[in-house]
Nanobody
Framework: QVQLVESGGGLVQPGGSLRLSCAASGFTFSNYAMSWYRQAPGKERELVAVISSIAGNTRYVDSVKGRFTISRDNPKNTVSLQMNSLKLEDTAVYCC?????????WGQGTQVTVSS
């Protein structure tokens, strides 16, 4: 079955960096685009970044452009999100996601807290 497991969240000061990783299994990882979403308390879930399957084309929400970088390692079945220059408003639960076999799958999420 499809499984997505995130790691790498934590507490960081404003201006700091974190790297999130998502290990995928149960499907042919290299064939599918991968996404990172986030949900802050009291807010709707937001698409943060997407990376395509083969070419690795990327797309970001405006609020993270120039600060976050999504990447993938197809042989290792992992997708990562490098987050730099973190801001208070980046605080959220971050989830990786994939649309596979006609269904969207989610990881369990990892908490990112930006606080001084």
């Amino acid at each position: 079955q499809v499984q997505l497991v995130e790691s790498g969240g934590g507490l960081v000061q404003p201006g700091g960096s974190l790297r999130l990783s998502c290990a995928a299994s149960g499907f042919t990882f290299s064939n599918y685009a991968m996404s990172w979403y986030r949900q802050a308390p009291g807010k709707e879930r937001e698409l943060v970044a997407v990376i395509s399957s083969i070419a690795g084309n990327t797309r970001y929400v405006d609020s993270v452009k120039g600060r976050f970088t999504i990447s993938r390692d197809n042989p290792k079945n992992t997708v990562s999100l490098q987050m730099n220059s973190l801001k208070l408003e980046d605080t959220a639960v971050y989830c990786c996601s994939a649309y596979v076999y006609g269904k969207r799958y989610w990881g369990q999420g990892t908490q990112v807290t930006v606080s001084s």
